[in-house]
């Protein structure tokens, strides 16, 4: 408070030396300062608008979660609860016991296990499966995600020794059983999914590595990242491998991501086999990369939805989005353009209705574009889309859109309430 009403002070000080009305400034003085005051009360995390046409956008915070999801938090965060506390005994619970009946029943696995995020779930399985030991995967498959998580240094911290083979755009069975030596402990696959290798290619799919692995007594684990637990292609999307097909074609392990395309808060997922997902739970680092009670909670609930398939489009925001026709998209877009134009039109710019591209994000299916609709916001000069952009962040509830073919285009597939936009745009 002080130091605001000094920096204004100081401020009208220089202008009333500068020739300015004192009495004019001095009038202003208190509406500044109380701006000044609200400006810094905003928080950099208050709720804003994704209209960027990415769903899952990992710098917004990946996956809103379902209704369902937000109570059981809120509850957890207010109340004590049996997090590792067994109801009917009275003795001790584990964690993750709220968990891994949900999870054994939508992915088919025997047992699973929950920590932080997925770059956890992949350190731990690897630290545990082939610390001091080697760790073979494919040259088409050493990822990076954003973020500086490489797969090869990943493996480095695992304590694990990196075996590459096979090219980058091929690899055989040959190039597996060629390289599984005693010192083998972890064959890895890793669903490559932010970019996606065209032309010349070859990999081993999942059944047949399953079978070398098997043949060679090694465990196999398949690193899912976005990991569905829904076929996506009932929602008009292209088919990604759900987890329960990864289990089912044989994987030891599967690690694939909370905050992706399941919907719920940031974690990391390992099913698979009994013995493993038991030599992981007494790895020390789970103790490291353990959930709290809050996104256990919503997590618990999140998954619960998976069990009504048919109101999960309804029910589960991520997927919501991601299924909405681009026709509704294109009316909501025809339907606010006008109104939208109206509020830009004083401030010297115009929207008009434009068809644009979503992505799910996240890596999940990184090629593939989902038709949508948007408005198109254009203004004098070559800079407009940028000033227009900043303007627009700057708002109470900030707007984000992207900038291409020198417009601002704001794709309203992520718009489930139209007041929302014109409600913050009437501010500008
Ligand atoms: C996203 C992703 C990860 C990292 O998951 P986080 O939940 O972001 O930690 C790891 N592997 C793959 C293949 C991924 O797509």
Known sequence: MREALRARLDRMRAAIRAGGDAAVLAAGLAGLVGADLAAQERTG??????????????????????????????TAMASPLALEFDLETGGRGQRDDHLRGLLVELTGAEDATIVNNNAAAVLITLNTLAQGRDAVVSRGELIEIGGAFRMPDIMARAGATLVEIGTTNRTHPKDYTGAITPRTGVILKVHTSNYRIEGFTAEVAGPELSQIARAAGVPLLNDLGAGSLVDLSHYGLRREPTVAEAVAEGADLVTFSGDKLLGGPQAGFIVGRKDLIAAINKNPLKRAVRLDKIR????????????????????????????????????????????????????????????????????????????????RMTGPGGDAPDRLAARLRALALPVIGHIHGGALILDLRCLEDDAMLTGALAAL
Do not use: K, W
């Open 45 to 74: 995390l208050r709720p804003m608008l994704n209209l960027t046409g990415t769903v899952l956008h990992t710098n917004l915070g990946r996956a809103i979660l379902a209704d369902e999801a937000v109570r059981a938090a809120v």
């Open 296 to 375: 256990i909670a919503a997590l618990e609930a999140t998954l619960r939805l998976y069990r009504d398939p048919d109101r999960l489009a309804e029910r589960l925001p991520t997927l919501r989005m991601l299924a909405r026709p681009a026709e509704d998209v294109a009316a909501q877009a025809a339907r606010l353009a006008p109104e939208v134009d109206a509020l830009l039109n004083p401030h010297g710019f115009a929207a008009s209705p434009c068809i644009c591209a979503s992505q799910i994000g996240s890596g999940a299916l990184p090629v593939d574009t989902i038709p949508s609709a948007g408005l």
